[in-house]
């Protein structure tokens, strides 16, 4: 049996390398505000929201293909039941730049965090392999995130 959640999560996964989610996120909901009350922005609109962007000098960060992108895109477009449906309920950027998303699928809430990318997120991930290190300053950073987001505290 095939889990239903895999590609959308993988599709998720990919859009929070994006640098400018959070930057994007929030002014489709600003637009959105301006002529409606249903102000839910969803992973199809990020994914619409791309085509008026210029991606041949901004690649997402994990070093993605513009093929790859572009493919991305192009899925959750033709998806639309599903990916429409997949409400981002807050994001926010970390200090080292990552992307850290809240979304609401199937009744499930859905934390994500952009992964490794650049040196700071390489030496975080190296402090932490040390025995005496328990928590790295973006480990803080994410559980905080986490906890804010368990509790229903959301910026979006």
Not at 6 to 18: G, H, R, S, V
Not at 54 to 61: E, G, H, M, Q
Not at 96 to 124: C, K, R
Request: one cysteine or more; a negative charge.
């Amino acid at each position: 049996m095939t889990d239903p959640l895999k590609e959308p999560l993988l599709a998720i996964n990919c859009a929070l390398y994006d640098p400018d989610f959070a930057e994007t996120i929030k002014a489709i909901r600003t637009e959105k505000e301006r002529y409606s009350d249903y102000t839910q922005v969803t992973l199809l609109d990020w994914a619409y929201e791309q085509a008026n962007r210029d991606l041949s000098d901004k690649l997402p960060s994990a070093d993605a293909s513009m093929e790859n992108w572009q493919q991305l895109i192009d899925t959750i477009k033709a998806n639309e039941d599903v990916y429409g449906n997949i409400v981002i309920l807050d994001v926010e950027q970390r200090e080292s730049e990552g992307n850290m998303a809240t979304f609401l699928y199937d009744g499930q809430v859905i934390i994500g965090f952009e992964g490794t990318h650049g040196t700071p997120d390489w030496t975080d991930n190296g402090v932490g392999a040390h025995p005496d290190v328990t928590d790295t300053p973006f480990q803080q950073e994410a559980l905080a995130y986490y906890e804010a987001m368990s509790r229903g505290t959301c910026n979006a």
